[in-house]
């Protein structure tokens, strides 16, 4: 168990319908980053939170939206899903710079 | 422009046998390197970074890497192969500096034969 806890593990939903990922980061850890892994485009950076603001932004889709609660658990929201959406998205926190700890993934598949 | 190249996505070894991972990386300031490995079903996990100083860096699992600025490589070596080893290996640029973000190689499948 890395500490950092990704829920749900598996999603699957249909072309068109939205749904939320979630992350509870390793204790202490301000920073939360997600990103995507799939087949084609391989790890992609998305979005990184920092204490509740948000402090970077990569390849995010406009359909895609995230944020940072005060209790630092966040949230990566994807909407009018695609087929080509499926992919594993990895959460990781850190509390320094590059010290990141990754979760298991949540694998979402769309049909 | 900042990028990384892992040459090779699959690499198989015989158990026992040296172990070879490929990466190079282009960027405008000093690098920080990092390689992740990842099992099935399984998240990242850090296998070892480069950030100043020596530049070999060892790391777990008797693995190391050796940072060469002229070539612009960060490659992966282990001296000896084990079953356990295989997984996706994937070699990660820092950027962004305290921001801390990464970009990643598409990654190397390593196969270990018995």
């Known amino acids: 168990d890395s500490g950092v806890t990704q829920t749900p593990k598996h999603l699957i939903t249909a072309t068109g319908q939205r749904v939320t990922l979630r992350c509870s980061p390793r204790?202490?850890?301000?920073?939360v980053y997600w990103y995507q892994q799939s087949l084609d485009q391989g790890l992609q950076f998305l979005i990184q939170?920092?204490?509740?603001?948000?402090?970077a932004k990569g390849n995010i889709l406009e359909r895609f939206s995230a944020q940072q609660f005060p209790d630092l658990h966040s949230e990566l929201n994807l909407s009018s899903l695609e087929l080509g959406d499926s992919a594993l998205y990895f959460c990781?926190?850190?509390?320094?710079?590059?010290?990141?700890?990754f979760g298991s993934g949540t694998r979402l598949t769309v049909v | 422009a900042q990028s990384v190249t892992q040459l090779g996505s699959h690499v198989s070894v015989s158990e026992g046998a040296l172990v070879l991972l490929r990466c190079n990386y282009s960027?405008?300031?000093?690098?920080?390197l990092f390689w992740y490995v990842q099992y099935p079903n399984q998240g990242l996990q850090l296998l070892l970074k480069?950030?100043?100083?020596?530049?070999l860096v060892k790391g777990i699992n008797g693995f190391e890497a050796e940072f060469k600025k002229s070539e612009t490589s960060f490659h992966l070596t282990k001296p000896s192969a084990h079953m356990s080893d295989a997984a996706e290996y994937f070699c990660?640029?820092?950027?962004?500096?305290?921001?801390?973000?990464?970009?990643f190689g598409k990654g190397t499948k390593l196969s270990v034969k018995p």
């Open positions: 990660a640029l820092g950027y962004g500096g305290s921001q801390g973000n990464l970009i």
């Open positions: 480069y950030t100043t100083g020596a530049t």
């Open positions: 204790s202490g850890d301000l920073s």
């Open positions: 960027s405008s300031v000093p690098p920080y």
């Open positions: 990781a926190s850190s509390v320094t710079p590059f010290g990141y700890t």
């Open positions: 939170y920092y204490n509740g603001e948000e402090r």
